[in-house]
């Protein structure tokens, strides 16, 4: 029996794909399997191709990606449009929709051929047990069951759940739908190794949901009571999610005119004292960028979530890429520096998301966090997450001493000073964009300056040592070294792990806080290191080059870079690791040999 | 959190504080002024040219903060880029002197983060009406109470002297070296062809009457509007300076104008360029409810079912 399977359902807008991938997960949660499911659409409002990827395991899941050890088709045109998304292998098993008309041995494939078809009468068996077309994605998840044995009896119960209220003709049709598409899958047998592993005993049901709404959950968590916003895709979900419970702690959302004012109602009331965020994509961003600059000088806690997408402009606004990094580092003008995360799951969203809320108000900064469309839009099972563990920071107050003769801008030696908010008796005080002296008042001193720019970087050297936001993975002295962040370090941990078990002396560091440049993490990482790559869904490799700008690494250290949207495989990464084992071996014999000519 | 000493907001948010509280704060004010308008005036220097008209409109709104008796720490005071951008940090109130044309939107957000502080707003023609003009519709229709005044002068004074989105078509300046090509913003039309409900025009030619306008803006429940025809004494045409003001300027009150007449207020509105009426142009009678209200509204409903935030990940339980 197989650990680990990969569904990849595809149809037409109306055909139920997503909603039967949504069945499929939240069996695989409750039954305590580990899963993530992906969705794709074409670019219609409705309508149009749908598409789904479930990945099931029984060990933790670290990546949606990788070919499919099943391929569901509804219809032959919607499924060939995901290309690279649904990678089918002679090993894939096609199930298909027998009216397409499509014969076993001719699948509209190319280049590959398929060894386990099955051509199943889907719409004609939705038809006859529940009396509508509709079942169809029913019936498909009767089969999936059926063959692997997923979700047998949790199916059900979502079913009459979920066609509850349409009443009991509707339910019962569907139910029977299931049973066809079980039935079938019966009198059908497939071999022993091609079903699906129970979860290992012991796993506990567990939660389930997406980037998106994690992030929302934790800005509630760290006590968020402002979002400022404007809908763009694919960070919508945050500010939804937000609307749908902000106010029930008091908290206020703004649907903004623009990005603009999104966020400068967000910086304004983190002026008035209270935590606030923003969150956007790309193009976003770019509006956004002034405000997070007048957020840098005038010391103002700010969370800026840039869920990433293609770029650059509109680029793909569906699809993941990672090549946000160079404007989330640098893009305001003046010196400035601000901190800058990413998580690399569904999961890691809470712990990082809670962190820029932390972060933020520490060190009294606008913090950006990077997601991507990939980990915002996935539903991932997760176990559950000990909030009881987590810290909360608030900013620095200042103390009745120091309201006496209050320097808001006081050059500490930590750089960090006390602030206050209006409403605070004595704490008064000119904020502003323009530079000024500690008590904040406008200044045009080149001195001044120089000790404030001095101050504002200065505050964040402690930030640096942060070892904790930081992860490495297999043996510290192994001379190849991986380095990936963001959703793609899901895959480059699964291509360590394959390494591994291949005898490859391979590790991998994934940096959680990717500005300001740890230098000393790096250098320590790379120290043993020999060959290296940074594994990374850009065109250019952006952290590669930022981290380069820091830290001189080894000169065989270099970049696997590849643009957004087909998400970087483990397999493939996997490759180039062998490549990199292959070339440190051939250096080494020829170094033996000089040694043996001397 | 003690009872904050606020007529305007008394009177329309009834959460901030019992009945009791409120009249008896009311009372107070009136009996004994709590401050001088030179509580809000700060020891910092403005940076404005000798004869500014914006001098006059920092002394008019201490003088109408003084009015309404708000502690200095009770208000924050936001503005944007330009001459006049320079004047909160010359009260005493807490002051963010923000970027160009984006006042408007940190001000909101500081008034939803904490509906208890008296928030006044302060822009220019350009930061108001050109880089910024995009914001003052939304404001509008969310009537959130902020007081706006902004200080038209006409001319981008800062950067010396180039045309603004209220110059004079014609008018000859060092970015318009032939003339402009273009018709200028009217700031009263545009804020009444939005809906504002609270719309005044005042110049510190007359400070007085600039003051009450002020306070009246202020005391107004929702979004206020106040244009200041500000001259610009090193940039600005000789028939905008303060004395020719005073020989052109009309109080709306001579002109037995009701400001609770909308049709009347928009035909005056269109005379903006060739007159100068001074006062409350329009006060909606029936102001509309404030977003705040509606936020606080919707908090003491909503309140009840906000479970620990420790347990917020429960929701996450699949079913």
């Known amino acids: 029996m197989r650990e680990d399977l990969i569904i990849g359902i595809a149809g037409s807008g109306g055909d139920g794909v997503v909603s039967a991938g949504e069945s499929l997960i939240t069996a695989a949660a409750l039954e305590g399997y580990h899963a993530i499911l992906t969705k794709s659409f074409g670019s219609q409002i409705r309508g149009g191709e749908a598409s789904c990827r479930l990945r099931l395991s029984t060990r933790p899941v670290l990546s949606p990606t990788g070919p499919l050890d099943v391929a569901v088709v509804l219809n032959w045109d919607d499924f060939r449009r995901f290309g690279g998304e649904l990678p089918v292998q002679p090993a894939t098993m096609?199930?298909?929709?027998?009216?397409?008309?499509?014969?076993?041995?001719k699948l509209p494939l190319e280049g590959v051929t398929p060894v386990v078809t099955f051509s199943v009468p889907i719409t004609q068996l939705a038809q006859t047990h529940a009396g509508t077309d509709k079942a169809k994605n029913i019936v498909a998840l009767g089969l999936l069951a059926g063959w692997f044995g997923i979700g047998r009896e949790s199916v059900v119960a979502g079913i009459r759940k979920k066609f509850g209220k349409k009443g009991a003709t509707v339910v019962e049709g569907n139910v029977r739908a299931f049973q066809a598409g079980l039935e079938f899958a019966e009198l059908?047998?497939?071999k022993e190794e091609r079903k699906m592993k129970a979860p290992q005993p012991g796993q506990k049901m567990k939660l389930l949901t997406d980037g998106n709404d994690m992030c929302a959950a934790a800005a509630l968590f760290a006590g968020c009571t402002f979002f400022g916003g404007y809908p763009i895709t694919p960070s919508t979900e945050i500010m939804q999610f937000l609307d749908r419970e902000i106010w029930k702690y008091g908290g206020t959302v703004?649907?903004?005119?623009?990005?603009?004012?999104?966020?400068?109602?967000?910086?304004?009331?983190?002026?008035?004292?209270?935590?606030?965020?923003?969150?956007?994509?790309?193009?976003?961003?770019?509006?956004?960028t002034e405000m997070l600059g007048l957020a840098s000088i005038a010391e103002l806690p700010l969370v800026c979530i840039n869920v990433q997408r293609g770029g650059p402009s509109t680029g793909m606004p569906t699809k993941a890429e990672q090549a946000d990094l160079f404007q989330a580092a640098f893009s305001a003008h003046g010196d400035c520096l601000r901190p800058v995360l990413a998580p690399t799951s569904v999961a890691d969203t809470f712990g990082i998301t809670v962190e820029a809320f932390n972060l933020a108000e520490y060190y009294q900064t606008p913090v950006i966090v990077l997601s991507d469309q990939d980990i915002a839009q996935r539903k991932e099972t997760i176990d559950p997450i000990d909030t009881a563990k987590c810290q909360l920071v608030e900013r620095r107050r200042p103390t009745e001493t120091e309201l006496a003769n209050f320097a808001r801008f006081k050059l500490s030696e930590s750089g960090i000073s006390p602030i206050s908010h209006p409403g605070m008796a004595g704490g008064n005080y000119l904020a502003s964009g323009i530079e000024h002296n500690e008590l904040g008042r406008p200044t045009a001193s080149g001195e001044m300056h120089a000790q404030m720019n001095e101050?504002?970087?200065?505050?964040?050297?402690?930030?640096?040592?942060?070892?904790?936001?930081?992860?490495v993975e297999g043996d510290p002295n192994a001379p190849i070294g991986l380095v990936s962040w963001g959703s793609v370090a899901g895959a480059a941990l699964e291509a360590l792990r394959l390494a591994q078990a291949e005898g490859l002396h391979a590790k991998l560091l994934v940096p959680k806080l990717l500005y300001p440049v740890a230098e000393q993490v790096y250098q320590d990482f790379f120290a043993s290191v020999r060959r290296g790559l940074f594994i990374e869904q850009s065109f250019q490799g952006q952290l590669y080059r930022l981290v380069r700008m820091y830290v001189d690494l080894p000169p065989q250290v270099k970049a696997f870079a590849?643009?957004?949207?087909?998400?970087?495989?483990p397999a493939e990464v996997l490759e180039r690791l062998r490549e990199l084992a292959v070339a440190l071996q051939n250096h080494a014999n020829s170094h033996q040999r000089e040694a043996v000519a001397d | 959190m003690p009872t904050l000493i606020n007529a305007k907001q008394s009177q329309t948010e009834h959460e901030t504080g019992s009945k009791e509280e409120t009249i008896m704060s009311i009372t107070e004010s009136i009996q004994a002024p709590r401050f001088q308008a030179g509580d809000f005036?700060?020891?910092?220097?403005?940076?404005?040219?000798?004869g500014c008209g914006d001098f006059g409109v920092v002394t008019a709104i201490t003088r109408a903060l003084a009015a309404i008796g708000r502690p200095s720490h009770e208000i924050a005071f936001v503005s944007g880029i330009g001459c006049s951008s320079r004047i909160p940090g010359y009260t005493t109130a807490y002051g963010f002197n923000t970027v160009h044309g984006r006042a408007l939107p940190i001000a909101q957000g500081i008034k939803l983060a904490n509906p208890e502080l008296l928030v006044l707003v302060a822009s220019g023609d350009g930061d108001g009406f050109s880089i910024g003009g995009g914001h003052v519709a939304h404001v509008i229709r969310r009537n959130i109470d902020l007081t706006y005044i902004v200080m038209d002068n006409q001319i981008y004074g800062l950067t010396k002297g180039q045309l603004s989105p209220t110059s004079q078509r014609g008018r000859k300046t060092p970015s318009s070296n032939f003339g402009s090509l273009e018709e200028p913003v009217n700031p009263l039309l545009y804020v009444m062809g939005y809906g504002a409900s609270?719309?005044?025009?005042g110049s510190p030619a007359d400070m007085a009457g600039l003051a009450e306008i002020i306070e009246a803006g202020i005391r107004f429940p929702g979004f206020a509007f106040i244009n200041v025809q500000s001259p610009c004494v090193t940039f600005g045409l000789e028939e905008q300076q303060l004395k020719a003001q005073k020989a052109k300027m009309q109080s709306l009150e001579s002109l037995h104008h009701d400001p609770a007449d909308r049709a009347r207020a928009t035909e005056l509105a269109r005379d903006y360029g060739t007159k100068l009426y001074t006062g409350i142009l329009y006060r909606n009678p029936k102001p509309p409810p404030t977003y705040g209200q509606g936020v606080s509204e919707r908090h003491q409903a909503l309140k009840k079912q906000a479970v620990p935030r420790q347990e917020i990940l429960n929701r996450f339980i699949p079913n």
Request: with cysteine; proline share 7%; net charge positive.
């Open chain 2, 198 to 201: 609270f719309v005044a025009q």
């Open chain 1, 254 to 288: 703004l649907q903004a005119e623009d990005e603009i004012a999104g966020v400068g109602a967000a910086v304004g009331a983190s002026f008035a004292g209270k935590k606030a965020m923003t969150a956007t994509s790309g193009p976003g961003m770019s509006l956004k």
């Open chain 1, 455 to 471: 101050k504002r970087f200065r505050k964040f050297n402690s930030l640096k040592n942060r070892r904790d936001l930081f992860v």
């Open chain 1, 188 to 190: 059908h047998p497939v």
């Open chain 1, 562 to 569: 590849k643009s957004g949207s087909n998400p970087i495989q």
């Open chain 2, 41 to 50: 005036k700060s020891d910092l220097k403005p940076i404005w040219c000798p």
């Open chain 1, 94 to 105: 096609v199930i298909y929709e027998s009216n397409t008309g499509v014969l076993p041995d």
